[in-house]
């Protein structure tokens, strides 16, 4: 319950999701819940962010959630935090799909809209994110504005790098370093690592 | 190397590089420890991201989710790891199809075991998840290819295929009964021979998809007509012919 999580730190937080992921790579039902409940608002959330459209973003985050329960004896602690393997596979999907073929048509009729860069306060529209988005706010307000809206298109609006440079009127090679840049500056604000 | 290869971090982390960049930059992963740190420390920086885009899901998202794991069987845990590496197989050997069968069945000595999961032992509708589970996984492979030939005996066998799951799922329909004493068996023939892939129960006229583990180097699915309780090697020509993708 995203409530009660109040009172335990991040890193506890973080220990937990990974011994309930453990559970569930052994058929465990309650931990599978617990999970859920920690990984679906975000899951969704991510996939609405770059698919735009909540019915298919939906199907992913079902897609994904599903997913987390028949890979569950995947996932290896040694690479990474179970939210992170969680994410990761929610925002490639949501990105494979914005991609495919039938999505190409709607990516044009939308290619206008995302040419100005949505301000964050429109990106975050979660009711009940534990984490911190205020600092996450602040940590994207402190990147360069090539950063934020490198990082702001490619990684909330699923376009490829030169297509993010395209929509920027920017060099390849700058958008390709400013994502990293961007993202490097992000994880030390946020104290990640 | 380009040495901006290592500034593909980002866009990797953000799933925005192009397909043939993709590929070259996980070859670099593969052997660039630094890289590797770094795009685990951006993956946690970009979960973040995620999270601060959380919504609050629907109820009928639970209970989708709930129906489907209900029916999804979970992979089990990884025995010994097994590198992904595609790009290492070996080169492909074709002489098998074309010496043909008859010359591969003479040269085939050996009788290796063949994970063919018959799944004899549990119920139907525990296969019939699992088939459809494994079915639907191997369709959603990148190098998925499918293939359909007819059995001269009547029938039509069909098979999909996934050389980075090495797997495949053979499924055959419309086969005749045989006469009292006589089974079909599949095989699985390639450059080394042909493996059994285990007496196929016939009960009606069809039989139910069958998953293949470990394709090894089989070109080819065959299905003859043996003794009871099968061969250790084909005795009668194939009534059927699958050709597999190397
Ligand atoms: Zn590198």
């Known amino acids: 319950m995203l409530g009660r999580a109040g009172s335990r730190t991040a890193s506890e937080e973080q220990a937990t999701l990974e011994a309930q992921l453990h559970r569930v790579a052994l058929g465990d039902r309650d931990a599978f819940d617990a999970v859920y409940e920690q990984l679906a608002g975000p899951v969704l959330g991510v996939a609405r962010r770059v698919l735009r459209d ?16 028949r890979t569950a004896s995947r996932f290896d602690a040694h690479r990474g935090s179970a939210r992170a393997w969680a994410l990761t596979m929610a925002h490639a999907r949501a990105v494979d799909r914005v991609r495919s073929a039938d999505a190409s048509a709607r990516r044009e009729a939308r290619a206008a809209e995302l040419m100005v860069v949505p301000p964050f306060d429109e990106v975050v529209e979660a009711v009940e994110a534990r984490l911190d988005r205020e600092r996450v706010r602040r940590c994207l307000e402190g990147l360069t504005e090539l950063q934020r809206e490198s990082v702001t298109l490619a990684y909330y609006g699923g376009y490829t790098y030169s297509q993010v440079a395209h929509l920027l009127s920017s060099p390849l090679g700058t958008v390709k370093t400013r994502l990293r840049d961007g993202l490097a500056r992000l994880r030390d604000c946020l104290g990640v690592g | 190397m380009d040495p901006e290869v290592h500034s593909l971090t980002g866009a990797y982390v953000c799933h925005a590089l192009e397909p043939a960049e993709l590929e070259a930059f996980e070859r670099h992963l593969a052997r660039c420890p630094t890289c590797v740190q770094e795009v685990a420390e951006l993956q946690e920086t970009a979960a973040l991201l995620a999270s ?13 989710v709930d129906a489907r794991i209900a029916v999804t069987r979970q992979i089990p845990p ?56 494994a079915i639907s996984t191997l369709l959603a492979a990148p190098d998925v290819h499918a293939e359909s030939v007819n059995v001269s005996t009547g029938g039509n066998g069909r098979v ?69 309780g099968g061969s250790a090697q084909p005795t009668t020509e194939p009534v059927m012919l699958l050709p597999m993708p190397a």
């Not at chain 2, 601060?52 to 989708?64: D, E, G, V």
């Open chain 1, 54 to 69: 909540p019915a298919q973003a939906e199907e992913v985050a079902q897609e994904v959630l599903v997913e987390i329960w």
């Open chain 2, 52 to 64: 601060a885009a959380a919504q609050t899901p629907p109820p009928r998202l639970k209970a989708a």
């Open chain 2, 160 to 228: 999909l295929v996934s050389r980075s799951r090495d797997e495949a799922a053979i499924t055959v329909s419309g086969l005749s009964r045989l006469a009292p004493g006589k089974v079909y068996q599949l095989w699985m023939m390639g450059p080394s021979g042909a493996r059994s892939g285990g007496v196929v129960p016939v009960t009606a006229e069809a039989f139910d998809s069958v998953l293949a583990h470990g394709l090894g180097d089989a070109r080819t699915i065959g299905l003859t007509v043996e003794p009871a």
């Open chain 2, 78 to 133: 990884v025995v010994s790891h097994e590198p992904a590496r595609q790009a290492d197989r070996r080169p492909r050997r074709r002489w098998f199809t074309a010496l043909g069968w008859g010359l591969a069945a003479g040269l085939a000595a050996v009788v290796a075991v063949l994970g063919v999961r018959l799944n004899d032992q549990q119920n139907q509708i525990d296969q019939a998840r699992q088939r459809s589970t």
